[in-house]
């Protein structure tokens, strides 16, 4: 089976890639394109899908970069291709040859191009990092390396949607002592619960920063396991462990 590969036009002539889970070599509850080295997978098969990420991005397999993503707002600057994963959830770059990578399933994976100055971001955004900032720090890092905002576009691929993203009041508390206008992110669910909807939170996060344009890709990982795991689906199915997405972005 071949790689599904989804792309926007926002970004332009910038190669990129939200990936799903169709084509992979993994097999049982991570049948398909699991690129997550932190699952219960095999190794062997989790190398091999990494490998076809790779190609497909036009890059050796030791320069598709990846970080250990522990939801914070650390922005890592890449200026050269390192096997190693330091800690962070997001990565800039302006070195040619590099293929930029984050992980999800559920959370939003963010690519970010500036083609005019040849600059790269890809972002790993749950709630906890894209509250905390993590989307404005790749910005911030991409302007650095001689982007401008007038020219940055960022998208949001598959993450899990708001009819599908349950949590308690104190989930909400979170938000709205941060600013009361994040309410508007929620909806009425059963009894005390309530529905969040982490792609406009990030769709709000990333148009205060000013750039260019910003958009989501509208595939929730939840509701179609045929294409996206989903960390909360395969909480509800209690499965012992679930695959990862893979977006990846290069100059």
């Excluded at 190794?43 to 890059?59: C, L």
């Excluded at 960022?154 to 009041?169: K, L, T």
Aim: with cysteine; glycine share 8%.
């Amino acid at each position: 089976m071949t790689l599904e590969i989804l792309t926007s036009d926002v970004l332009g002539p910038t190669r990129h890639g939200f990936f799903s889970r169709k084509g992979g070599a993994s097999s049982g509850i991570f049948s398909g394109l699991n690129c997550g080295t932190g699952s219960t997978d095999q190794t062997e098969a989790v190398a091999i899908n990494r490998a076809r990420v790779a190609q497909a991005m036009q890059v050796p397999t030791n320069n598709l970069m990846g970080v250990h993503q522990i939801h914070s707002a650390d922005v890592l600057t890449v200026t050269e291709p390192d096997t190693r994963r330091p800690k962070a959830d997001a990565m800039v770059t302006a070195t040619e040859g590099v293929a930029l990578s984050v992980l999800s399933a559920d959370c939003q994976p963010v690519l970010f191009s500036d083609p005019i100055a040849g600059v790269i971001g890809a972002a790993h955004a749950g709630w906890r990092g894209a509250l905390d900032g993590v989307l404005d720090q790749t910005v911030e890092a991409m302007l650095a390396l001689g982007a401008k905002r007038s020219n940055i576009s960022a998208v949001i691929g598959p993450c899990i949607s708001q009819r599908a993203y349950e949590v308690g009041p104190e989930f909400m508390d979170s938000f709205v002592n941060e600013d009361p206008e994040n309410a508007r992110f929620f909806a009425a669910g059963h009894e005390d619960r309530m529905q969040f909807d982490l792609p406009a939170f990030g769709l709000k996060c990333l148009r205060a920063t000013g750039i260019a344009n910003a958009e989501w890709t509208r595939h929730c990982t939840y509701s179609d396991p045929d294409r996206f795991y989903s960390y909360r689906r395969s909480v509800h199915q209690k499965e012992a462990d679930y695959g990862r997405l893979i977006a990846a972005i290069s100059l």
